[in-house]
């Protein structure tokens, strides 16, 4: 599983006065999604579009084995100093890192903080269907951000992660701690890392 992309996503503004189109490329030092490792480096790019709080859009990272695929749609807007946004995320993979994972998406924020909800079905090329709740809550201000998040039903683990995002020279930079516990690890051991992404946005309008 995946990125910080996801969480970008979800919360879009409301209210968009016309169609926004626009694409992403970007690169992370260690490819972190949920706590959980999908590749020690990964280019990553994607497209999106928003329309009147309505948005869609794909992006794809590359996971070492072939690469992972991700389409997106929902929508987001505010009711007073509350946001809210609902939607639906696939992840697909062109190797044989990982197997299909499709998820409705949940999420609702005031002030500082944001809770995100994803309840989705892993499909498991070696075993049964699993279920799963996915669920996070963070805080952030002025760049800096703290969040803490987890898993329930048939998948477990959770983590903490730490860290600081700005724009220098018209690119989006990003420093993270993350903090996961050994369920997320395939060595069965807890983790801890740094990561470093880079990233730029452009309007395609």
Same mark, same amino acid.
């Given at each position: 599983?995946?990125?910080?992309?996801?969480? %970008?996503?979800?919360?879009?503004?409301?209210?968009?006065?016309?169609?926004?189109?626009?694409?992403?490329?970007?690169?992370?030092?260690?490819?972190?999604?949920? *706590?959980?490792?999908?590749?020690?480096?990964?280019?990553?790019?994607?497209?999106?579009?928003?329309?009147?709080? =309505?948005?869609? !859009?794909?992006?794809?990272?590359?996971?070492?084995?072939?690469?992972?695929?991700?389409?997106?749609? *929902?929508? !987001?807007?505010?009711?007073?100093?509350?946001?809210?946004?609902?939607?639906? &995320?696939?992840?697909?993979?062109?190797?044989? =890192?990982?197997?299909?994972?499709?998820?409705?998406?949940?999420?609702?924020?005031?002030?500082?903080?944001?809770?995100?909800?994803?309840?989705?079905?892993?499909?498991?090329?070696?075993?049964?269907?699993?279920?799963? &709740?996915?669920?996070?809550?963070?805080?952030?201000?002025?760049?800096?951000?703290?969040?803490?998040?987890?898993?329930?039903?048939?998948?477990?683990?959770? @983590?903490?992660?730490?860290? @600081?995002?700005?724009?220098?020279?018209? %690119?989006?930079?990003?420093?993270?701690? %993350?903090?996961?516990?050994?369920?997320?690890?395939?060595?069965?051991?807890?983790?801890?890392?740094?990561?470093? &992404?880079?990233?730029?946005?452009?309007?395609?309008?």
């Amino acid at each position: 599983m995946k990125f910080v992309k996801t969480g %970008l996503a979800l919360m879009l503004l409301a209210g968009t006065a016309q169609a926004d189109f626009s694409a992403n490329v970007g690169w992370a030092s260690d490819y972190y999604f949920r *706590g959980i490792l999908q590749s020690p480096t990964s280019p990553n790019g994607g497209l999106d579009y928003e329309s009147n709080g =309505f948005y869609a !859009g794909t992006w794809a990272a590359d996971v070492y084995d072939g690469l992972e695929v991700d389409g997106y749609f *929902g929508y !987001g807007g505010e009711a007073g100093d509350f946001s809210y946004s609902i939607g639906y &995320t696939g992840y697909f993979y062109t190797g044989d =890192f990982d197997d299909t994972y499709q998820e409705i998406n949940l999420g609702g924020g005031f002030g500082i903080a944001t809770l995100d909800v994803a309840i989705g079905q892993y499909d498991n090329s070696t075993g049964p269907t699993l279920d799963y &709740t996915y669920y996070a809550l963070t805080l952030e201000k002025d760049g800096f951000y703290g969040k803490y998040a987890g898993f329930s039903q048939d998948f477990s683990g959770d @983590y903490i992660e730490l860290g @600081y995002g700005t724009t220098v020279a018209e %690119l989006d930079v990003g420093l993270a701690l %993350l903090f996961a516990d050994k369920d997320l690890s395939d060595t069965g051991d807890s983790n801890e890392s740094l990561i470093f &992404t880079i990233g730029k946005t452009f309007d395609l309008n």
